[in-house]
């Protein structure tokens, strides 16, 4: 009697996207494997819960072996440990730095070394999102920094640099890193209302114009340092609220620049003075550290509450 027997053997390493997510969320391979069952698993491939729990145990060990050379992406690419196509490379990385946006706004704004991750627990229950979870993307953070707080250049760039990110990706760390390095205060009540969206938004655009390599283009400086004469010079703007004329001229201008582009155009309009004189004293305040760090809370307090109710 005449047997037949196919043999396949390969050495790339197979990559379960569904898997990865699961081990990236933190749940442990035994939960892990009741929510692929709950997904219909077994009646979509004809698997047995044993061959699943071998399978999902086997991806685990795979990702625990990847993880350290997750810890610097470069390396990954230069490893000839495991076959990964370029593709895979790039997902794996991806996903691995990306984040959940409750988590983020629970920790921005504070230091990412200390007296932050004793609060994981705590933030674990408020978002719902797993402990485990909460320490790789607070790893992944406070790695981040560690390895670009003393480059100079562009921020962006070398967040993209050394992990290999995307362009979105590494301008969402770059903000995140921004904010721990300037330790804007973003837990207040009265800020609750806006998400990490908002805060990343404004990063990027402070850190285009307010430090020190934006207001001069010569200087081979940090992304993270806000540059300490552009803040002494916003003094010299109590001069659009103390002259009458000057501030006849700014307010023509801001309006003409604005109009049918905001949706409180008009409340914006009639209320130009105060506001222009709200957002003129948090600019004049912004040479101390504790007026910097207040520096939302003051924003919201004089300049967006009149126009918002907030």
Not at 98 to 123: M, N, Y
Not at 227 to 250: N, P
Not at 296 to 309: N, Q, S
Request: some cysteine.
């Amino acid at each position: 009697m005449t047997s037949e027997l196919d043999i396949f053997v390969g050495n790339t390493t197979l990559i379960d996207e569904d898997v990865y997510r699961l081990w990236l969320d933190g749940y442990s391979v035994s939960d892990a494997v009741v929510l692929s069952v709950c997904s219909g698993i077994l009646e979509q491939t004809g698997a047995t819960a044993a061959v699943l729990q071998s399978d999902t145990m086997d991806h685990y060990r795979t990702f625990h072996m990847l993880e350290r050379l997750l810890h610097a992406p470069p390396k990954m690419l230069h490893q000839l440990v495991f076959q990964i196509p370029p593709s895979r490379q790039v997902l794996l990385i991806e996903r691995y730095y990306a984040f959940d946006e409750a988590f983020v706004r629970e920790v921005l704004g504070k230091k990412l070394f200390k007296g932050t991750k004793k609060d994981l627990d705590d933030i674990s229950t408020k978002t719902g999102i797993t402990l485990k979870s909460c320490r790789r993307q607070f790893d992944s953070f406070k790695r981040v920094f560690k390895v670009v707080e003393e480059m100079r250049g562009s921020l962006v760039d070398n967040i993209q640099q050394h992990f290999l990110l995307s362009d979105r990706l590494a301008r969402v760390c770059a903000a995140i890193v921004f904010f721990a390095n300037n330790r804007f205060e973003t837990g207040k009540k009265k800020l609750h209302y806006l998400s990490f969206g908002d805060f990343a938004f404004c990063a990027e655009l402070m850190i285009q114009n307010w430090i020190l390599r934006a207001i001069d283009s010569q200087v081979d400086g940090m992304d993270m340092d806000l540059d300490k004469e552009f803040l002494q010079d916003l003094k010299e703007l109590k001069v659009l609220v103390a002259d009458k004329d000057l501030l006849d001229l700014h307010k023509s201008l801001v309006c003409t620049a604005l109009r049918g582009k905001l949706g409180v155009f008009s409340e914006m309009e009639a209320n130009f003075k105060n506001l222009s004189r709200g957002l003129v004293n948090v600019a004049a305040k912004l040479t101390h550290n504790k007026d910097v760090r207040d520096l939302f809370v003051d924003l919201v307090e004089k300049f967006a509450a009149p126009t918002t109710g907030r």
